[in-house]
């Protein structure tokens, strides 16, 4: 018998919870994990409280960007969920059917999670880097395993770290070989004047 690894445990759940989405578009689901692999809320794409839902009344489409606005995104609404319930999301992992958009990744970043695993890309994810910068792990799931086998246990971050330290590296060589070749350039002419000399 072969058990799931958390990530997996954690992201089959966040996709029972997409199930119950209200929109049509896409049923999103995120499930909030504390340090200590207890789950602090759920949540799934669906109205602002008691309003209709896009199942029933279709969905409200933004015309600029050609999204449902009707819905409060599982993200937010996992974290809006944490709150009423007065449970801390510090240090936790989020993990989601779908990479998030700019405005639940930036609210996950402030509400204090340092991982998000996503299941599926979204059409605009925010990247490695820019989650790097706001000090957060972002793992696109299917990738994982593969990425583990690649490089261990590192994180995102640890990769990032160890190819700047190569590249520096990288640069040192370069910067080293041009010292080289002056030096290289210099000897021949010296030896030759020496040899006059004798
Ligand atoms: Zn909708
Ligand atoms: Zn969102």
């Known amino acids: 018998m072969t058990r799931p690894s958390w990530d997996e445990y954690f992201i089959e759940i966040a996709l029972a919870v997409a199930k119950r989405s209200t929109c049509n578009r896409k049923q999103v689901g995120c499930v909030l994990v504390s340090k200590n692999k207890h789950i602090i809320a759920t949540g799934y794409g669906g109205s602002i409280k008691g309003q209709p839902h896009c199942l029933d009344v279709g969905c409200l489409i933004d015309e600029k960007t050609g999204g449902c606005i009707r819905t409060v995104h599982a993200e937010m609404n996992a974290v809006a ?3 009423r319930n007065g449970a801390s999301t510090e240090d936790s992992t989020a993990y989601t059917t779908l990479s998030p958009c700019y405005w ?6 402030n509400a204090g ?5 996503y299941f599926e890309e979204y059409r605009i994810p925010p990247d490695d ?3 790097f910068a706001c000090g957060v792990e972002l793992v696109h799931f299917s990738r994982l395993e593969e990425a583990r086998e690649k490089h261990g246990k590192e994180t995102p971050k640890d990769i990032v770290l160890r190819e700047e330290a190569k590249d520096i590296e990288a640069l040192r060589h370069i910067a080293g070989d041009r010292d080289g070749e002056q030096a290289q350039q210099g000897a021949p002419a010296e030896a030759s004047a020496g040899e006059e000399n004798r």
Do not use: G, P, S
């Open 81 to 83: 969920q944490a709150a």
């Open 104 to 109: 639940c990744f930036k609210t996950l970043v």
């Open 113 to 117: 999670i340092t991982r998000i695993v």
């Open 129 to 131: 880097f820019e989650a």
